[in-house]
């Protein structure tokens, strides 16, 4: 059994990081582990920049967006020197399992650490619901419950001047949160970076939803689509339509994580420690169907998550 882990978490924080460092740290505590706290992902790692956590030093946290130790994109890991570095300051320490919470990108680098010793287990903390062999990432329902009520607060001042909403919301690669949010918000139009866009027809569908009888329309849009300014210049100028942008930004990466996301970030965190204290590497735990599933961990680095067609689909028969 190992006996001294270490937990950190990387990539863009997510609401519930830190329910999973407290779900981490005192089950690790209840099993005899001792636990370390990597300070900013990987860079805390390379720069042996830790703590030894105990269970009051994860209080306080539960409701907390955020993450209370810290996260980075860190450049020098994505080499092997930087990777290695980073491992000996792991076995110096007597450290030998490390639980990463993070991205596809930081699930990534958990592979490549297994490699130099270390053994890994992952937790899909990201907003972006971008992580293939899970339903749901940690954060994601935050998210989207953040980006619903921006559209209800559009819906009232769009529905006053009769005007297009065009909203931006993250998403560089994915298009979960634009049409999930999407789907619940009832946009009219949806862009995703997984699907073709067509600006002219989108032009011409929102021309024509007016000829229907529609007096106001939202406009979700992916990030990864292009700039929220640029297809408002052309929906306001294709169309005439009195037209405004809001790129909603890193407030729908803030905020108290829901009790979704509490929960499922405790529930995975218990797996993901009872597994690697009993010798298990190179998995991540996910939910599938509301079971808590562990994946291999080169899978699902392995594959892109496709979006879930239908509810893309039920948007846009709704949004008519
Ligand atoms: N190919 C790679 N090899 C080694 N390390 C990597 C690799 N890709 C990413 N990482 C590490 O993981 C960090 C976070 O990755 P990335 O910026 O892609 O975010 P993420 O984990 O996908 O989260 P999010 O997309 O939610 O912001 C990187 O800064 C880097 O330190
Ligand atoms: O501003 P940052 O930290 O580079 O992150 C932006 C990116 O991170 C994500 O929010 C995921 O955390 C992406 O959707 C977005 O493109
Ligand atoms: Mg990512």
């Not at 300051?89 to 650490?113: C, F, M, P, Y």
């Not at 803030?254 to 009790?259: F, H, I």
Request: with cysteine.
């Amino acid at each position: 059994m190992l006996k001294r882990i270490a937990v950190m978490t990387s990539g863009g924080d997510s609401p519930g990081m830190n329910a999973a460092i407290r779900a981490v740290v005192r089950v690790a505590i209840h099993e005899g582990v001792e636990v370390w706290g990597i300070y900013n992902g990987y860079a805390g790692m390379y720069e042996d920049n830790m703590i030894k956590l105990e269970s009051r030093s994860v209080g306080d946290i539960l409701h907390r967006g955020g993450t209370f130790l810290g996260t980075a994109r860190c450049e020098v890991f994505k080499t092997l020197e930087g990777r290695q570095k980073a491992a000996e300051n792991l076995k110096r320490r007597g450290i030998e399992g490390v639980i990463i919470i993070g991205g596809d990108g930081s699930l990534t680098g958990a592979q490549l650490l297994s490699e130099l010793g270390i053994a890994v287990v992952g937790l899909p903390g990201t907003i972006d619901n971008d992580i293939w062999g899970t339903d749901y990432t940690i954060g994601f329902d935050t998210a989207i419950n953040t980006v619903v009520e921006a559209i209800n607060k559009l819906r009232d001042t769009a529905s006053s001047h009769g005007r297009v909403m065009v909203l931006e919301v993250m998403g560089r690669n994915s298009g979960w949160i634009a049409m999930t949010a999407g789907l619940a918000g009832g946009a009219e139009q949806i862009l995703i970076p997984e699907m073709t866009v067509n600006l002219d027809e989108l032009c011409s569908k929102l021309s024509k939803s007016r000829d229907t009888g529609k007096k106001y329309s939202i406009v979700v849009v992916a990030e990864g689509v292009g700039s929220a300014v640029t297809i408002g210049d052309k929906i306001a100028k294709d169309t005439g339509l009195d037209t405004r942008v809001s790129v909603l930004g890193h407030i729908q990466r803030g905020g108290s994580p829901s009790v979704f996301d509490r929960i499922l970030a405790s529930t995975l965190a218990e797996h993901a420690v009872m597994a690697l204290i009993s010798g298990i590497s190179n998995v991540l735990f996910g939910s599938k169907n509301g079971a808590v599933v562990a994946i291999d961990l080169a899978d699902a680095i392995g594959h892109k998550r496709t979006i879930d067609t239908s509810t893309f689909r039920l948007a846009t028969l709704l949004s008519k």
